[in-house]
Nanobody
């Protein structure tokens, strides 16, 4: 079992930066590909970024490429999402997800049910 707990969300202004964290429990959490997804009000959950289980590959949605950076610290069982130049359209609940031995790009097209574990989310609100 792996439990995921997101943190770091909040209310920020347009253009600001924010870093989200996803703390994973479980001895083998480093064997999971990790991804960030988001769901804006009235919209479906969408892929944001992912990092492969080996940590050597990352993949981003076009909407955040160049602004967001995903990274992981396996020693701390934590995945980070550094978000820069935030826009109003980045407002959403951000969820962390884990998939056993997955590469980053593969996670971008996986369905909700295909993930092994989900966190409960953290809200990011960007004011214009």
């Amino acid at each position: 079992q792996v439990q995921l707990v997101e943190s770091g969300g909040g209310l920020v202004q347009f253009g600001a930066s924010l870093t989200l964290s996803c703390a994973a429990s479980g001895r083998t959490s480093s064997s999971y590909g990790m991804g960030w997804f988001r769901q804006a009000p009235g919209k479906e959950r969408e892929f944001v970024a992912a990092i492969g289980w080996s940590g050597s590959n990352t993949y981003y949605a076009d909407s955040v490429k160049g602004r967001f950076t995903i990274s992981r610290d396996n020693g701390k069982n934590t995945v980070f999402l550094q978000m820069n130049s935030l826009k109003a359209e980045d407002t959403a609940v951000y969820y962390c997800a884990a998939k056993w031995k997955s590469a980053a790009q593969a996670m971008s097209v996986m369905s909700y049910s295909a993930m092994d574990y989900w966190g409960k989310g953290t809200l990011v609100t960007v004011s214009s």
